[in-house]
């Protein structure tokens, strides 16, 4: 059983990037996604989530507008397409699954399953 984030990398501020979450072992389909990001020296700040059952999608306000969730049950992959970078956004991301529901998936703790992080360095 795995959960893995990808995607990250350096871009200019203004830039875009899509990670990806991928899960080997269990299946992501009605699970909860949740993204999360740590920067150096802070704490770790919820960024999005698709909540379990009907799917709904949650943006933190900081990046509401530019970014978006989608999920591919086929690929067994969620994406997290981020656009308008800014370099206050430079932090690792991680991806997390598990059966949380409604706004509770912005709640770290009630995930399941946790993947290991992909760095998004955000500068020119």
């Known amino acids: 059983v795995q959960l893995q984030a990808s995607g990250g990398g350096l871009v200019q501020p203004g830039g875009s990037l899509r990670l990806s979450c991928s899960a080997s072992?269990?299946?992501?389909?009605?699970?909860?996604i949740g993204w999360f990001r740590q920067a150096p020296g802070k704490e770790r700040e919820w960024v999005s989530c698709?909540?379990?059952?009907?799917?709904?999608?949650y943006y933190a306000d900081s990046v509401k507008g530019r970014f978006t969730m989608s999920r591919d049950n086929a690929k067994n992959t969620v994406y997290l397409q981020m656009d308008s970078l800014k370099p206050e956004e430079t932090a690792v991301y991680s991806c997390a699954a598990g059966l949380v529901y409604g706004t509770n998936c912005r709640d770290g703790p009630r995930y399941h399953y946790w993947g290991q992080g992909t760095l998004v360095t955000v500068s020119s």
């Open positions: 072992g269990f299946s992501l389909d009605y699970r909860a």
């Open positions: 698709i909540s379990s059952g009907d799917g709904s999608t």
